[in-house]
């Protein structure tokens, strides 16, 4: 079974201090993604990940920032973080290539910006 | 981008019912994509249905898609209080890796 890992189920942090948010998956996929999640809104990309040192911005990248410097570990890092980034965060990874369109989702990040 | 939007938001059956939800999109996609997510959980894949494809099966459930309508449906034929959760649909778009999310639609299963 595929398995996508998440630093932290839960995280406080107050306003202004950087965070990382990791994951990390066990079956060599090529993409990975980062989303958030939020009542009313559904799922929205932050950013996503093509393969290593490959990425590109989803539909909310505006203060987040990412990093793959290895295949297994995709890294969402806010470098300020703001109250109205409070949310659950979901990474995401999949292989690459036709007939390989399912995403498999980690357990979630539920952040807490104070 | 927005693109999935199912329809109705929120459900609330008796177990051994069957519960229906659709979904909705805009443009032309190469597949279309169920998922399911259980409260403060992950999303788990349920099932895909291709553009070519009207309908599909896996175990009790039933997936449809009209893409004429630019629809799809999601059928759970006799729900259990376990089915309680939050159904995703994601549509596929284009050449590149990536779903388009829906806004959920929440699911209630009286035991």
């Known amino acids: 079974d595929v398995k996508v890992t998440q630093s932290s189920r839960y995280l406080v942090k107050r306003t202004g201090e950087k965070v990382f948010l990791e994951c990390v998956q066990d079956?060599?996929?090529?993409?990975m993604f980062w989303y958030r999640q939020d009542p009313g809104l559904g799922l929205r990309l932050i950013y996503f990940?093509?393969?290593?040192?490959?990425?590109e911005k989803g539909d909310i990248p505006e203060g987040y920032s990412v990093s793959r410097e290895k295949k297994e570990r995709f890294s969402l890092i806010l470098e300020s973080a703001s109250t109205n980034q409070t949310s659950m965060y979901l990474c995401?990874?999949?292989?690459?290539?036709?007939?390989?369109?399912?995403?498999?989702f980690g357990p979630g990040t539920r952040l807490l910006v104070l | 981008s927005q693109q999935g939007e199912e329809d109705p938001q929120a459900l609330s059956i008796q177990e051994g019912e069957n519960a229906t939800m659709n979904c909705s999109y805009k443009?032309?996609?190469?597949?279309l994509q169920w998922y399911r997510q259980n409260s403060g959980r992950g999303l788990v894949h349920l099932i895909l249905?291709?553009?070519?494809?009207r309908e599909k099966h896996s175990g009790r459930l039933r997936v449809t898609l009209d893409t004429s309508k630019k629809s799809s449906s999601l059928l759970i034929t006799a729900s259990r209080a376990a089915d309680t959760a939050s159904y995703f649909c994601?549509?596929?778009?284009?050449?590149?890796?990536?779903?388009?999310f829906g806004k959920g639609n929440q699911v209630v299963v009286i035991p």
């Open positions: 443009t032309s996609i190469n597949n």
């Open positions: 079956m060599d996929h090529e993409n």
């Open positions: 990940s093509y393969d290593v040192k490959m990425k």
């Open positions: 249905i291709r553009s070519n494809e």
């Open positions: 994601a549509t596929a778009l284009g050449g590149n890796n990536r779903l388009a």
């Open positions: 995401a990874s999949r292989r690459a290539g036709m007939g390989q369109e399912t995403q498999y």
